[in-house]
Each structure stands twice: as C-alpha cells, then as structure tokens.
C-alpha cells in the first residue's frame, strides 16, 4: 500500500517536474523557480529555491554522482548548478536559442543533453561546458529523452509521436512511430532483461503519450542487426493523455501520471495495476521513484508535490552493514554491489554496473583503466570517487578478520591448528594442548568426557594439509586486494 507522507507546497505556479539524487529532491515549475529538498525530513535547503530563469523551468535532473544540477526553461538556456551550495556554474544556451524542454546526465556526468521546442538536439561536455555534439530529430518538439545505464545510446521522443534511437557520437540508429498524437515522456530502465533462450540483453524502455496510452519497449544491439526496438506491451489505466512515466530501480514498476490527475503504478512483468493514486486536484505532470529508497514523488499542476512511501523490493543503503557483516565481499551478488553503491552515495551507477554484470569480485577488481575503458566512466572526478570508495572497501577486507573454519580450531585451545592429532575419542586436537591435557593425570576425552581407551594420538595429515591450503588462499587473496 502506498502511503503519502509529505506534501511540498511552495511553488506559487504548476509543478512541471521532480527529480531525486541519493540525498534531495529537486522540483521546478512555471514559477521559473527550482526548489531543493532534503530527503530526511523534507525541509528545503538553505539556499533553496535556484532562480536563475527568466522564463519557465520545464524540466529538472541531477548528476548521477548527486553533486550537479541541471535545469531548463523556456529562456532556451540549460543551467547548471552545484548541489552542495546552490552556486551557478554554468549557462548553456540552446544552439538555436529555441525553449528548451528536457534535460539529461549521462550514466557517467560526462554529458548532457538538452532537447528544444524546435527539435534540436544538444549534446554539451560537462567537463569543458562546451557544445560536443547537436542535431535535430525528424519532426516537431523534442519532449523526452532518457540514457541507456551504460551511456552506449540515448532515446529521444517527440511532439509528433517518433522514438529515435542515438549513439554517443549523435549518429541516428532507429526511428519509430510509437505515439499517433505525440511522446510525452520515455525512460530506461536501470536494469537489463535477459532472454533465457539466446543469451540476449535488452534494454526495458517505456513511453506515453496524448493517445492516452503508455507502451514497453524491449532495445537489443545485435552485431548482425544492429538495433532493434521490439514492442511489448500497453498499459492500460488512464482515461486522457498520460504526461509521465518512470521505472522504479528494479525495473518492476513504472509509475505514471495523466491528465485524469491520477497516478498509477503498474508492474511491468505482468501489466498488472498495483496501486492507483487520485490525491491531486489537476492534471499530474511528472512522476518518479527515489533511486534508493522506499519513496515516490509526484508534481502536478495543482501546484503541489506529493512524497509517498510503499514498499519496494529493492536494495538500499540500510541493508549493506548487514550484507558487508554476513556475507565476504568477494562472495557477493549484483545487487549486494547495487546496496553498496547506493550506500556510497553512487546510486545512480547502480544500472551500470549491474549492465556489466559487477558483482563483489569483479567490484573489488576494478581499476582506473576498467572504470575508463569497460564502464566507460569519462570524469576523472567520478572515477576517483567510485575508486576511493573501492579502495576503502578493499582495506575494510583486509582488516576484518577472517572467520577460520571450525573444523580447524583445536577443541582446548580454541586456536587453529598447527599439528592436529587425532586422540582415541575420534577428535582432532592440536598435539601440544592433547598432551597437555594427559599429562596433567586427565585421562578423559575433552570432548565427552568419558574414559579415553588408549593414549595413542595419530598425526592428521589430512586435516594439517586442508589447513595449510585455507592459509596459502588467505595469503594470496590479500597479496591481490
């Protein structure tokens, strides 16, 4: 059941759009405003709200490391600001000058696209603030527009109606008409599916749109293909034009909101309806789910932001202490690696490693030349933040004791073993502590107590040499870490 718990009142206009990082929650609206706010009690922050619009502020987004935001308004600028301070960093202005509509990081910072009123596409370097790549799609306004986790391609939707696949260098891969009145919104989800039959990864995406309906997408990038977009499913549910739509973290829910100012969330896997929300007064303009935590906002034209809390089954930073404390790093799953990252702070990574299939060896394997080349993170700040993380989880490793085997622990002592015997009781017992105990007049078995038959002991070499391959993998595995 999806509870509301908090509702954001202060913008004075329409709600245009939400959007979370690991700590805030930012909004904008027509008020030409965007307010921040913190997610442990919702309180806004103290250089909250941005004004730097001159006009409306259409959309809103953070990076995935959470330290920049970005902003667009119908004064044809994107700006960006630091999310610690609130400072301006930069203004981007549209190529064209045309009202900008929609914004987006890619998976590693090192990008953001701003889309126009007028179709042009921008692709700016987030490093040098300077314009990398541009273009236009087909026809109409650019709405939409949403990165794939690994940051290989980007999706763009437009007012009259095509989804159009692009590279990273802005080369059009895919054109399809998915919406007979128009995309208002897509998005992908952070994690892939995988088609058991032929090894295939695809890449979940959703759309909606003024024809009232919201459409599963499936991307595959196939060496003899190339790409392919296959249509899934419609979700049914809303009555007039859908405006919103975004997956949870793992990609099995997607919430929307309609112009029947309702919003509902939907389980991918099965089209089912799970929850249906009719708590705001006007059309719902923008929708999305917290990247870790429990949480769901949505903005509406009512001039109001709604927070809801439910139950989502998704790894989040509270259960890393008690996977890091009961299961070894190297033996951990994807999404053990997905309740670390979103504990550091890195959530928005989480689709790319979980992409790459990164689980706690290949976490703990990871290099400056693997972040750059494999995972394709280009800022030298987020590589150095993902590798700092790394590093302190590999000297939590190495500093945390090892628990020994208990078959390797003389029962006296309590020690591991350096010479086990086996006594007439049928136990191994380190040889110095056994005799020892005989010595002292004791002629019962530690272990039962009961009279011991014989005061023979018999070296247990097999014993002494699973000890000593236990050791010589501990040796090696720090000598690695």
């Given amino acids: 059941m999806a509870t509301l718990i908090h509702t954001l009142a202060d913008h004075s206009d329409d709600v245009n759009y939400c959007a979370f990082s690991s700590s805030c929650l930012a909004t904008c609206s027509l008020d030409k405003t965007v307010r921040v706010y913190s997610l442990k009690d919702f309180t806004e922050l103290p250089y909250s709200p941005l004004r730097g619009h001159t006009y409306a502020v259409h959309c809103c987004c953070f990076s995935p490391s959470g330290q920049l935001l970005a902003s667009c308004s119908t004064d044809g600028t994107t700006l960006l600001w630091g999310s610690g301070d609130g ?18 990081f890619s ?9 126009a009123a007028d179709g042009s596409v921008a692709l700016w370097n987030t490093q040098t603030l ?32 095509d989804l159009t696949i692009w590279d990273d260098k802005m080369r059009c891969l895919y054109n399809e008409k998915a919406h007979d009145l128009g995309v208002t919104c897509c998005d ?35 060496d003899v293909l190339g790409v392919e977009l296959k249509y899934k499913c419609t979700l049914n549910g809303h009555s007039a034009p859908v405006l ?62 709604n927070i809801w809390q439910f139950d989502l089954k998704q790894p989040c930073a509270g259960n890393t202490v008690e996977n890091e404390s009961k299961v070894a790093v190297e033996d951990w799953s994807e999404d053990d690696v997905s309740a670390w ?32 080349n494999e995972l394709k993170i280009e800022s030298l700040g987020l590589r150095s933040k993902v590798l700092q993380k790394i590093e302190d989880l590999r000297m939590k490793v190495i500093s945390v004791p090892v628990a020994i085997p208990d ?44 009279p011991l038959p014989s005061l023979m002991l018999t070296p247990n070499r097999t014993l002494k040499m699973a000890i000593a391959r236990w050791l010589e993998t501990q040796q090696k595995y720090r000598e690695t870490t």
């Fill in 87 to 104: 400072q301006l960093l930069a203004v981007l202005g549209q190529p064209s000058g045309s009202p900008v509509r929609v914004c987006r």
């Fill in 107 to 115: 998976p590693g910072s090192v990008h953001l696209l701003s889309g």
């Fill in 130 to 161: 300077k314009l990398y790549r541009s273009g236009n799609v087909k026809d109409g306004s650019l709405v939409a527009c949403a990165f794939s986790p690994n940051g290989n391609f980007f999706v763009t939707g437009s007012s009259c109606g």
């Fill in 188 to 222: 992908i989800s952070s994690q892939p599916i995988s088609d058991g039959e032929h090894g295939f990864r695809y890449f979940q995406m959703a759309s909606c749109g003024q024809d009232n309906q919201i459409k599963l997408w499936l991307i595959l990038f196939t």
């Fill in 244 to 305: 919103a739509c975004a997956f949870s973290y793992d990609g099995q829910m997607l919430v929307s909101g309609s112009v029947d100012k309702r919003v509902i969330i939907h389980e991918t896997s099965t089209a089912n309806t799970l929850h249906t929300l009719s708590q705001h007064t006007r059309y719902v303009t923008t929708c999305a789910f917290a990247p870790c935590s429990p949480l769901l906002a949505t903005g509406s034209m009512d001039k109001t932001v």
């Fill in 341 to 372: 990252l979103c504990a550091q702070d890195l959530a928005d990574f989480v689709g790319l490693f979980k992409t790459n299939n990164i689980d706690g060896k290949q976490l703990l394997n990871l290099t400056k030349e693997s972040l750059t």
């Fill in 407 to 450: 078959e390797f622990l003389c029962p006296i002592t309590r020690e591991l073993m350096k010479d086990p015997v086996i006594a007439a009781d049928g136990y191994s017992y380190e040889k110095e502590a056994v005799e020892n105990w005989i010595s002292n007049k004791r002629r019962s078995s530690p272990m039962t107590n009961l």
